[in-house]
């Protein structure tokens, strides 16, 4: 099957919308579902092949689900990361964030996506968590959590470092498919890989509330059955 294939030359960010793609685990039949990508490079490819999405990220890339999540709740999707060849099949950065939220802006994340425009520095602006899986070129799989209020003031602060991997188990294959589960729920979350849990944080009151983004940088994916339910 051939796949649809975008291509955006813009200097500002888009909303994507796309069907059948992605399902709802209310219902668990095909929706409409939003996404806002922020591209630093101004130039990603989009390619819908049947359920799966192809991603190319020349620079930095975050993909936002455009749906505020609150209370108790679990993300979960698969992806893989491309090597064949391609100019941008770099084995290194499949990202993402979740429970993110702008303190200037708590009612409209969306309000600095000219701004951010996929720089990964800009993020530091913001409130959420952050796994680095394969960061570094391959080398570092890292949870942070990320606190705004230090940005401008005390940079080592804006995002610490809560745990880290640099074994060769918990870096990335090329080709391989991972499945990804984010869980929100009664005070913790927890970030896992096929069935094991490599990240696990408290959280305060109203921590968990937020958005989820996909980030990528310099490389291309294939991420398909993206799914959030409550729990």
């Given amino acids: 099957m051939k796949g649809i294939i975008i291509r955006y030359f813009a200097l500002f960010t888009f909303v994507w919308l796309i069907s059948a793609c992605f399902s709802s685990s ?26 799966t999405l192809d991603i190319v990220a020349p620079a930095g890339l975050t993909l936002w689900y455009n749906e505020f999540l609150t209370g108790n709740y679990e993300i979960n999707y698969r992806i893989a990361m491309l090597m064949q060849s391609g100019e941008y099949d770099r084995l290194s950065d499949l990202n993402c964030f979740w429970a993110a939220s702008d303190p200037l802006y708590p009612d409209n994340i969306f309000a600095r996506s000219a701004w951010r425009n996929g720089v990964f520095k800009n993020y530091n602006t913001l409130n959420l968590f952050y796994v ?8 570092t799989t890292r949870f942070r959590r990320y606190y705004a209020e ?35 729920e009664r005070g913790v ?7 094991e849990e490599l990240f696990r944080a408290s959280l305060h009151p109203g921590e968990g ?3 989820f983004g996909l980030r990528l940088l ?9 799914q959030v339910k409550p729990i």
């Fill in 132 to 139: 680095g899986y394969g960061g570094n070129d391959n080398t």
């Fill in 209 to 211: 509330d937020g958005y």
């Fill in 189 to 195: 979350t927890t970030y896992s890989v096929d069935g």
């Fill in 150 to 184: 230090y940005y401008g003031v005390d940079e080592d602060r804006v995002k610490p470092l809560i745990a880290e991997y640099t074994d060769r188990s918990h870096l990335l294959m090329p080709d391989k498919w991972y499945h990804i589960v984010i869980r929100v």
């Fill in 26 to 51: 209310r219902n668990n039949t095909p929706v409409l579902e939003k996404w806002v990508a922020e591209d630093e490079s101004a130039a990603m490819q989009l390619s819908l092949i049947s359920d």
């Fill in 218 to 226: 310099q490389n291309h994916v294939r991420m398909t059955g993206f």
